[in-house]
């Protein structure tokens, strides 16, 4: 994730592509297929509580953070990360098979030759893009743009795909949507109902939104695209001055995990 702004500094927008179908990583494998080896219901029930929806998840989660979770002991952790390994497999591969997956990374176009261009084909998949500027540059008038976008198919810079849209400073109008959609020729009703909306009025509503999204990712292989507009502006509210500095970089890069 880029560097976040200071206290003082312009809002930004974070995006993040899911990963695509093409892509044989098990990134979204659910956290339920740990049944299959061995874990039961209660446990992953546990591990849904805490945020943790799917396999790939619990291999990003440290022992420790596990141990916290109510009812979690060292055995039934340790199990745990062993019934997660046998379905991720190895985490080491050679580059050949790194390129090979980097071929399959998805580009969503942000709409703009030239911003494209700059960021090397559009929005990349399994990644975190943050468009940072001044008032009133357009990042919201791009996060309105992405959401549409990428419904579109693959030949028109799209991802055929839903969108997750989390509004923390109340930005998000429908009519905007339905103007940017009648310019790529989508119907309007159509266009905002693959859009799943919610506004966040705190730092940690803003969390728990993310939580609930990784949830949704999980089961609905249709999302394509997380936009948070803006990623920073609860935090600075939530969190000021340098005494909360340390706090607030914790948070965020708990979001940025998420």
Do not use: W
């Not at 200071?6 to 993040?16: G, I």
């Not at 297929?33 to 849904?48: A, C, S, T, Y």
């Not at 953070?65 to 055995?75: D, H, P, T, V, W």
């Not at 001044?134 to 990042?139: F, H, M, V």
């Amino acid at each position: 994730m880029a560097r976040a702004p200071t206290a003082q500094a312009p809002a930004s927008r974070a995006a993040t592509p899911a990963p695509d179908d093409a892509d044989e990583t098990p990134f979204f494998d659910n956290v339920d297929e740990l049944q299959q080896h061995g874990i039961n219901v209660q446990d992953i029930l546990k591990l849904k509580s805490s945020a943790i929806h799917t396999v790939s998840g619990v291999n990003m989660t440290t022992r420790r953070q596990m141990l916290k979770i109510k009812g979690m002991s060292e055995a039934k952790v340790e199990k745990i990360k062993e019934a997660a390994h046998k379905i991720l497999g190895s985490s080491f591969a050679t580059g050949l098979e790194i390129q090979e997956k980097r071929k399959r990374v998805l580009f969503i176009s942000t709409g703009s030759k030239n911003v494209d261009t700059i960021l090397g084909g559009g929005l990349s998949s399994q990644s975190i893009t943050e468009v940072y500027g001044e008032y009133r540059t357009g990042k919201t008038q791009m996060a309105h743009t992405m959401s549409v976008v990428a419904q579109l198919p693959p030949d028109m810079g799209g991802a055929a795909g839903k969108v997750a849209f989390i509004d923390t400073e109340g930005t998000f109008r429908p009519d905007r949507i339905r103007s940017i959609a009648d310019r790529f020729g989508v119907d309007g009703d159509m266009a905002l109902e693959n859009i799943l909306y919610a506004r966040a009025f705190n730092s940690e509503h803003q969390m728990e939104l993310i939580n609930e999204c990784s949830m949704r990712f999980a089961e609905d292989k249709d999302f394509r695209l997380l936009i948070v507009d803006s990623i920073m502006a609860l935090f600075r509210t939530d969190f000021s001055g340098r005494g909360e500095l340390s706090e607030r970089q914790q948070k965020l890069a708990q979001v940025a995990f998420r």
